[in-house]
């Protein structure tokens, strides 16, 4: 550590090391303190070798060089984020707090303790976020994320309000804060300033944008209703562009100085306005196509067609840059208007990848932007103190957001079907978070033309920290407390589906038949032209024909309901669960099941015990019993066809592995968790117990397991006919049969000689397999197989199946009963249950 | 002209006769005197009321899947004849609700576009039979109409399966319009039932 504490002096140059140190100091006390001192003896080790290794160096041959200036850059980059990370990590260890403080505001926090533990090691502000770092390599994939993952019906349904929030609402934010200020300098209010009107202007212009980085951020906290949301983001999103768009236009005003400007002048700023808004809209669809048109064909590559839409979109903010557009509108379309066709054109293993890959970007980026807004205002030499000018500033921006919000709502409700509610009004405004933008934008001013560049700084300091960190922390107990409404968190049904689509097509034909042109027209018009034209060229022949709206809802809620059941499986240690289940997932009464039941998964886990196989479990899929007592609680085709890949999926991952298997994999593709260490801890207690408990056994005298296991069998398979005419005569739901059956065992065997077969049995042959103690394992032959030949047409009650405890041994239990008449299943169910293979043959 | 158009704007009012609503009633008029022209229009025959070849003129309604339900909705069972004041009771459903209609309540009579009403009229374009239930059937027909001819008749059956299946509570498998309207509870049907035109 000393000497690692003396490579820290040789030079400033080393500084950030110490500052990570000292960050991760001041977050270990809070964090998993092994995970953090993990990091620091690595870091201080590593450096300190490096020392070493400069020492040995300076006579004759270098072994090891230590090569600072070669990697700082990317190095600090690296750390950098690694600190903007954890700090996020540490947020999140504690739910609390970021319940009451949203993480936007922390981050700040984090970012001012970071600033100065800088400031105090060096004196000086050596990190600050630069404009150009936020222009070209933060904001890019924040925003396209917004674009690429933005609700788009919502947003297209909703554009002409956006756009109206958007550029009106930003252009009147500007213009009136700018005046405002004007108008109070010139009544004194801020003493002598060398501000003119156009800076004025200016500076209304770059605090004008709401920051969708910090929307989104608070927002998705709160859960406010769509409608809500989208308005909100929506015009976050788009007024970044209009905003850069209007600070560009004053800023020429400003250098072209006041006496130039002319009605022309101001003429061709309005034009360049609409211009450059649009026409980086414009650069955006364009690159949209292009990207669509490529995913198109990247069939072949599909590892690396992510990639292209990154790079793609990227490109299009670039080229809207260089053509002086908005780049922020390019990219915002480049990603509303792609999402769709790349995500039907590509390999659902690249959407999942663009989705997280953009997450990740996004996520970071936001971080890092929140964190270099803390760091940055640790800077002596930007603060300026203005009372009047901060104040009033502070109160213009809060003042006309939400006189701009109320007055343009109060005109777009005249024309809305649903109107904003006040409410929601009250919050739009409330809003108005300022963010990065703002920022990146007032370090962009030339000091040379306007002299208070400083206090224009470290006022949008302070409307940042006051609109994030402020009104963010009040957002949440405002929405509660107006009681806006929150987004019902309706899981979506088919039927709602189907018959918003018929209102849809309703709607249309009732416009027909009025003969008018309303928004149904509009929207039924754009719908047949993008499915003519549109999708022919830009989606995959392929992608366009499996396109079904309806039929997509109801596969992807077959996909729901597969990962649920699994998950639910998995959280109940068995998968037969499913059919008794009837509360959480959807279920699915199978009337017309019998075309399906080819398909059906069999999972079979055969394991050598004592020369007889334990078939761990097999989930089976009934045939449709021509009479059910009860209605027969199934799942769908798809989930059937789910279960089979997700099933041995499941039992793959879940069967112990022996030590070979924790071998690493070096496949580039794949990558398994090492959890040894758990499952270790877990095979040595079963091991012990079952040992513990055969001594038992073994000391109470009870005869060898082998033959016990056996006994059962024939026992079973003895009364066997006893039960089916008790089904039969009593209509008697199999569950209680099967009771009846364990019944007899512990009769015939003894209850000692029950336990004792039930717990060795398990013990000796496969530890992993015997679930808790207190569920006997699964050594029963199936009694019911022989009757599933001869009577398949009862299905168990649904009382009967909930009335079973969960365990592995439900899964056979339930198994056979699915188990159609038909000979074929028979075998199958043979093959997998060997004891009763002779049996079922027989029968 | 004057006595239907009269008539029909009492009708298009049902429900709303409270006194504020004068300055909206230029309005209205409005709107009636120009749906009156369409209904004019359209009434090819010129006898004072649309027949069901009126309606399958309009060029629109031949490509709209559900046109021909949508026509049929128009007309009272058992005619095929349906003047401007059946006009003008069917377009009523599409109105959209205003607040103070809302908060009303339940009154002796429920006007033609509360959410019930329009909830009904979108449950008869499935209800062929008009036994007050949808059957597996009849879903089937609806699903025919609207998806593409890419979805196999196993996968529809199977979606028209799962539909009914959400909605059944009584098991009998079909749907009825009580079951209809709790299924549909979280929609906003108000919203997406009405045409803003049509005030």
């Given at each position: 550590?000393?000497?690692?504490?003396?490579?820290?002096r040789?030079?400033?140059?080393?500084?950030?090391?110490?500052?990570?140190?000292?960050?991760?100091?001041?977050?270990?006390?809070v964090?998993?303190?092994?995970?953090g001192?993990e990091?620091?003896w690595?870091v201080?080790?590593?450096?300190s070798?490096?020392?070493?290794?400069?020492?040995?160096?300076?006579?004759?041959?270098?072994?090891?060089?230590?090569?600072?200036?070669?990697?700082?850059?990317?190095?600090?980059?690296?750390?950098?984020?690694?600190?903007?990370?954890l700090?996020k990590m540490?947020?999140?260890?504690?739910?609390?707090?970021?319940?009451?403080?949203?993480?936007?505001?922390?981050?700040?926090?984090?970012?001012?303790?970071?600033?100065?533990i800088?400031?105090?090691a060096?004196?000086?502000?050596?990190?600050?976020?630069?404009?150009?770092?936020?222009?070209?390599?933060?904001?890019?994939?924040?925003?396209?994320?917004?674009?690429?993952?933005?609700?788009?019906?919502l947003?297209?349904?909703?554009?002409?309000?956006?756009?109206?929030?958007?550029?009106i609402?930003?252009?009147?934010?500007?213009?009136?804060?700018?005046?405002?200020?004007?108008?109070?300098?010139?009544?004194?209010?801020m003493?002598?300033?060398?501000?003119?009107?156009?800076q004025f202007?200016?500076?209304?212009?770059?605090?004008s944008?709401v920051?969708?980085?910090?929307?989104i951020?608070?927002?998705?906290?709160?859960?406010?209703?769509?409608v809500?949301?989208?308005?909100?983001?929506?015009?976050?999103?788009?007024?970044?562009?209009?905003?850069?768009?209007?600070?560009?236009?004053?800023?020429?005003?400003?250098?072209?100085?006041?006496?130039?400007?002319n009605?022309a002048?101001?003429?061709k700023?309005?034009?360049?306005?609409?211009?450059?808004?649009?026409?980086?809209?414009l650069?955006?669809?364009?690159?949209?196509?292009?990207?669509?048109l490529?995913t198109?064909?990247?069939?072949n590559?599909?590892?690396?067609?992510?990639?292209?839409?990154?790079?793609?979109?990227?490109?299009?903010?670039?080229?809207?840059?260089?053509l002086?557009?908005?780049?922020?509108?390019?990219?915002?379309?480049?990603?509303v208007?792609?999402?769709?066709?790349?995500?039907?054109?590509?390999?659902?293993?690249s959407?999942?990848?663009?989705?997280y890959?953009?997450?990740?970007?996004?996520?970071?980026?936001?971080?890092?932007?929140?964190?270099?807004?803390g760091?940055?205002?640790?800077?002596?030499a930007?603060w300026?103190?203005?009372?009047?000018?901060?104040?009033?500033?502070?109160?213009?921006?809060?003042?006309?957001?939400?006189?701009?919000?109320?007055?343009?709502?109060?005109?777009?409700n005249?024309?809305?079907l649903?109107?904003?509610?006040?409410?929601?009004?009250?919050?739009?405004?409330?809003?108005?978070?300022?963010?990065?933008?703002?920022y990146?934008?007032?370090t962009?001013?030339?000091?040379?033309?306007?002299?208070?560049?400083?206090?224009?700084?470290?006022?949008t300091?302070?409307?940042?920290?006051?609109?994030?960190?402020?009104?963010?922390?009040?957002?949440?107990?405002?929405?509660?407390w107006?009681?806006?409404?929150?987004?019902?968190?309706?899981?979506?049904k088919?039927?709602?589906?189907?018959?918003?689509?018929t209102?849809?097509?309703t709607?249309?034909?009732?416009?027909d038949?009025?003969?008018?042109?309303g928004?149904n027209?509009?929207?039924?018009?754009?719908?047949?032209?993008?499915?003519k034209?549109?999708?022919?060229?830009?989606?995959?022949?392929?992608?366009?024909?499996?396109?079904?709206?309806?039929f997509?809802?109801?596969?992807?809620?077959?996909?729901?309901?597969?990962?649920?059941?699994?998950?639910?499986g998995?959280?109940?240690?068995?998968?037969?669960?499913?059919?008794?289940?009837?509360?959480?997932?959807?279920?699915?009464?199978?009337?017309?099941?019998?075309?399906?039941?080819?398909?059906?998964?069999?999972?079979?886990?055969?394991?050598?015990?004592?020369g007889?196989?334990?078939?761990?479990?097999?989930?089976?899929?009934e045939?449709?019993?021509?009479?059910?007592?009860?209605i027969?609680?199934?799942?769908?085709k798809?989930?059937?066809?789910?279960?089979?890949?997700?099933?041995?999926?499941?039992?793959?991952?879940?069967?112990?592995?022996?030590?070979?298997?924790?071998r690493?994999?070096?496949?580039?593709?794949?990558?398994?968790?090492?959890?040894?260490?758990?499952e270790?801890?877990?095979?040595?207690?079963?091991t012990?117990?079952?040992?513990?408990?055969?001594?038992?056994?073994?000391?109470?005298?009870?005869?060898?397991?082998?033959?016990?296991?056996?006994?059962?069998?024939?026992?079973?398979?003895?009364?066997?006919?006893?039960?089916?005419?008790?089904?039969k005569s009593?209509?008697?739901?199999?569950?209680?049969?099967?009771?009846?059956?364990?019944?007899?065992?512990?009769?015939s065997?003894?209850?000692?000689?029950?336990?004792?077969?039930?717990?060795?049995?398990?013990?000796?042959?496969n530890r992993?397999?015997?679930?808790?103690?207190?569920?006997?394992?699964?050594m029963?032959t199936?009694p019911w197989?022989?009757q599933?030949?001869?009577d398949?047409?009862?299905?168990?009650?649904?009382?009967?199946?909930?009335?079973?405890?969960?365990?592995?041994?439900n899964i056979?239990?339930?198994?056979?009963?699915?188990?159609?008449?038909r000979?074929?299943?028979?075998?199958?169910?043979?093959?997998?249950?060997?004891?009763t293979?002779?049996?079922?043959?027989?029968a | 002209?004057?006595?239907?158009?009269?008539?029909?704007?009492?009708?298009?009012?049902?429900?709303?006769?409270?006194?504020?609503?004068?300055?909206?009633?230029?309005?209205?008029?409005f709107?009636?005197?120009?749906?009156?022209?369409?209904?004019?229009?359209?009434?090819?025959g010129?006898?004072?009321a649309?027949?069901?070849?009126?309606?399958q003129?309009i060029?629109?309604?031949?490509i709209?899947?559900?046109?021909?339900?949508?026509i049929?909705?128009?007309?009272?069972?058992?005619?095929?004849?349906?003047?401007?004041?059946?006009?003008?009771?069917?377009?009523?459903?599409?109105?959209?609700?205003?607040?103070?209609?809302?908060?009303?309540?339940?009154?002796?009579?429920?006007?033609?576009?509360?959410?019930?009403?329009?909830?009904?009229?979108?449950f008869?374009?499935?209800?062929?039979?008009?036994?007050?239930?949808?059957?597996?059937?009849?879903?089937l027909?609806v699903?025919?109409?609207?998806?593409?001819?890419?979805i196999?008749?196993?996968q529809?059956?199977?979606?028209?399966?799962?539909?009914?299946?959400?909605?059944d509570?009584?098991?009998?498998?079909?749907?009825?319009?009580?079951?209809?309207?709790?299924?549909?509870?979280?929609?906003?049907?108000?919203?997406?039932?009405?045409?803003?035109?049509?005030?």
């Amino acid at each position: 550590m000393e000497s690692s504490f003396g490579c820290w002096r040789r030079g400033l140059v080393l500084m950030p090391f110490a500052t990570c140190l000292f960050l991760l100091c001041a977050v270990v006390p809070v964090c998993d303190a092994a995970a953090g001192e993990e990091d620091i003896w690595g870091v201080s080790n590593s450096s300190s070798q490096n020392t070493e290794g400069q020492e040995q160096n300076n006579s004759g041959l270098p072994i090891v060089t230590f090569r600072w200036n070669h990697v700082q850059t990317p190095f600090l980059v690296s750390v950098w984020i690694i600190v903007g990370c954890l700090a996020k990590m540490v947020f999140e260890l504690n739910h609390r707090v970021t319940n009451i403080f949203p993480e936007s505001g922390l981050l700040i926090l984090i970012g001012f303790v970071l600033g100065g533990i800088v400031w105090g090691a060096d004196k000086k502000a050596t990190f600050a976020l630069q404009p150009t770092t936020f222009f070209y390599y933060l904001l890019p994939q924040i925003i396209l994320d917004a674009g690429y993952c933005m609700p788009n019906k919502l947003f297209f349904s909703n554009m002409g309000a956006i756009l109206v929030y958007a550029v009106i609402g930003t252009c009147w934010n500007a213009g009136a804060v700018g005046i405002s200020l004007w108008g109070c300098y010139e009544g004194g209010a801020m003493g002598h300033l060398e501000i003119g009107f156009l800076q004025f202007l200016l500076f209304g212009s770059l605090l004008s944008a709401v920051d969708p980085v910090a929307v989104i951020a608070v927002f998705e906290e709160v859960h406010v209703n769509e409608v809500l949301f989208i308005l909100v983001f929506g015009e976050s999103l788009l007024n970044d562009g209009v905003t850069v768009v209007l600070y560009n236009v004053c800023d020429a005003f400003v250098s072209l100085g006041a006496a130039k400007i002319n009605a022309a002048e101001i003429i061709k700023g309005i034009i360049s306005f609409f211009v450059v808004a649009f026409g980086g809209a414009l650069v955006g669809v364009i690159f949209a196509i292009i990207l669509c048109l490529l995913t198109r064909c990247t069939k072949n590559i599909q590892i690396i067609e992510a990639g292209f839409i990154f790079v793609i979109s990227y490109l299009s903010y670039l080229t809207a840059e260089m053509l002086s557009l908005s780049a922020i509108m390019a990219i915002t379309f480049c990603g509303v208007c792609s999402q769709k066709y790349i995500n039907v054109n590509m390999d659902e293993r690249s959407v999942n990848t663009v989705r997280y890959a953009m997450k990740v970007f996004a996520n970071g980026s936001e971080t890092m932007i929140f964190v270099f807004l803390g760091i940055s205002a640790i800077d002596p030499a930007i603060w300026v103190w203005n009372t009047g000018f901060i104040l009033l500033t502070l109160l213009f921006v809060f003042v006309y957001r939400i006189m701009g919000v109320f007055f343009l709502t109060w005109f777009l409700n005249k024309t809305r079907l649903v109107p904003v509610e006040t409410i929601e009004q009250v919050i739009m405004s409330y809003g108005g978070l300022r963010g990065g933008v703002a920022y990146a934008l007032a370090t962009v001013l030339d000091p040379v033309k306007i002299k208070e560049k400083n206090l224009m700084l470290c006022t949008t300091f302070l409307v940042i920290y006051f609109t994030v960190v402020l009104q963010g922390v009040t957002m949440k107990p405002l929405v509660k407390w107006l009681k806006v409404k929150r987004s019902a968190q309706s899981e979506l049904k088919l039927i709602e589906k189907l018959n918003n689509r018929t209102f849809e097509h309703t709607l249309c034909a009732v416009e027909d038949i009025c003969g008018r042109i309303g928004d149904n027209w509009w929207i039924r018009g754009w719908n047949r032209f993008e499915q003519k034209w549109i999708c022919r060229y830009l989606m995959k022949p392929s992608a366009r024909k499996s396109q079904d709206y309806l039929f997509g809802v109801f596969h992807q809620l077959n996909l729901e309901d597969a990962v649920n059941y699994v998950s639910e499986g998995e959280r109940r240690g068995s998968l037969a669960f499913m059919r008794s289940e009837d509360a959480a997932s959807v279920d699915f009464k199978k009337k017309f099941g019998t075309d399906m039941s080819d398909i059906m998964p069999d999972i079979m886990v055969n394991t050598d015990f004592n020369g007889l196989d334990v078939s761990m479990s097999s989930v089976t899929r009934e045939s449709v019993p021509s009479v059910s007592l009860e209605i027969h609680e199934n799942d769908t085709k798809n989930l059937r066809n789910n279960n089979d890949v997700n099933v041995h999926h499941l039992l793959q991952q879940h069967l112990y592995k022996s030590r070979k298997h924790h071998r690493h994999k070096y496949s580039r593709s794949h990558f398994s968790i090492n959890q040894s260490e758990d499952e270790v801890q877990e095979i040595f207690q079963r091991t012990m117990r079952s040992r513990l408990e055969s001594f038992k056994s073994a000391k109470m005298g009870v005869a060898p397991a082998k033959k016990i296991s056996k006994h059962p069998q024939k026992d079973r398979q003895q009364k066997m006919s006893n039960g089916k005419s008790l089904d039969k005569s009593k209509a008697h739901p199999y569950g209680d049969e099967d009771f009846e059956f364990s019944d007899g065992n512990s009769a015939s065997g003894g209850e000692a000689a029950t336990h004792a077969f039930l717990y060795t049995t398990a013990g000796i042959v496969n530890r992993a397999f015997m679930p808790e103690m207190d569920t006997p394992p699964t050594m029963r032959t199936p009694p019911w197989l022989s009757q599933a030949e001869t009577d398949g047409s009862v299905a168990p009650s649904q009382r009967a199946q909930r009335s079973l405890p969960w365990s592995p041994s439900n899964i056979r239990r339930l198994a056979p009963l699915r188990i159609s008449n038909r000979s074929t299943d028979s075998f199958i169910m043979a093959d997998c249950f060997p004891p009763t293979a002779s049996s079922s043959g027989v029968a | 002209m004057g006595l239907p158009l009269v008539e029909s704007a009492l009708q298009w009012n049902s429900g709303i006769l409270n006194a504020n609503r004068d300055p909206k009633n230029d309005d209205v008029e409005f709107q009636i005197t120009r749906l009156y022209s369409r209904f004019h229009s359209l009434d090819k025959g010129e006898n004072g009321a649309l027949s069901r070849e009126d309606f399958q003129r309009i060029p629109e309604l031949a490509i709209n899947p559900l046109g021909d339900r949508i026509i049929n909705a128009f007309f009272p069972e058992g005619e095929d004849q349906v003047n401007f004041r059946g006009f003008m009771r069917t377009l009523a459903h599409f109105r959209p609700v205003e607040d103070n209609e809302k908060s009303k309540g339940h009154d002796a009579s429920e006007p033609l576009n509360s959410r019930n009403n329009k909830l009904l009229f979108a449950f008869r374009l499935y209800d062929l039979d008009r036994d007050d239930k949808i059957s597996r059937d009849e879903l089937l027909q609806v699903l025919r109409m609207m998806v593409g001819v890419n979805i196999s008749d196993e996968q529809l059956g199977s979606i028209a399966d799962r539909t009914i299946q959400e909605a059944d509570t009584n098991g009998d498998m079909s749907i009825s319009f009580s079951e209809f309207i709790k299924v549909l509870e979280k929609v906003d049907v108000e919203q997406k039932m009405s045409i803003r035109f049509l005030h």
